[in-house]
């Protein structure tokens, strides 16, 4: 026998709620919900609840606590990549500062343009595979 997703335990963690028991939160639940569902977006924007979240969100009938969850939902991810745009970044400032190279060399270098290479160091840009492994070898 099933059980109602809307009947489930509370306590359990959100990552184990499932994609009924969000939407039921989604539709009939409490302010403490949405909030457990949104922490779980800050927390991993690319993890389970948020893939769930998304599906479920798809069909939902529009609501102010479905609408805050995709701005939470798009806000986490957007940290999360302007984090990682941000760890590329330093790793390619580190490598820079190793070579002694002039930015203008360094560019050439890895094969791309001074101002492609800068929005790579100021972390505007994500550098590909590729040109993270050349710089890597610059480091020797």
Do not use: N
């Not at 270098?109 to 001074?114: I, S």
């Amino acid at each position: 026998m099933t059980q109602d997703p809307r009947t489930q335990e509370v306590d359990a963690p959100v990552e184990e709620w499932g994609a009924e028991r969000l939407r039921a939160a989604i539709e009939h639940g409490s302010r403490a919900d949405w909030d457990r569902m949104c922490l779980a977006l800050e927390t991993d924007p690319r993890g389970k609840v948020a893939g769930e979240l998304e599906d479920v969100l798809a069909v939902t009938w529009p609501s102010a606590a479905a609408e805050t969850l995709r701005r939470v939902g798009l806000s986490a991810l957007a940290h999360a990549e302007a984090m990682e745009r941000g760890e590329l970044a330093a790793q390619l400032q580190g490598i820079f500062a190793g070579t002694g190279l002039s930015i203008t060399r360094f560019a050439e270098r890895l094969g791309v343009t001074e101002a492609r290479a800068s929005t790579y160091l100021g972390g505007t840009e994500v550098p590909p595979a590729d040109l993270m492994a050349r710089a890597a070898g610059l480091a020797g």
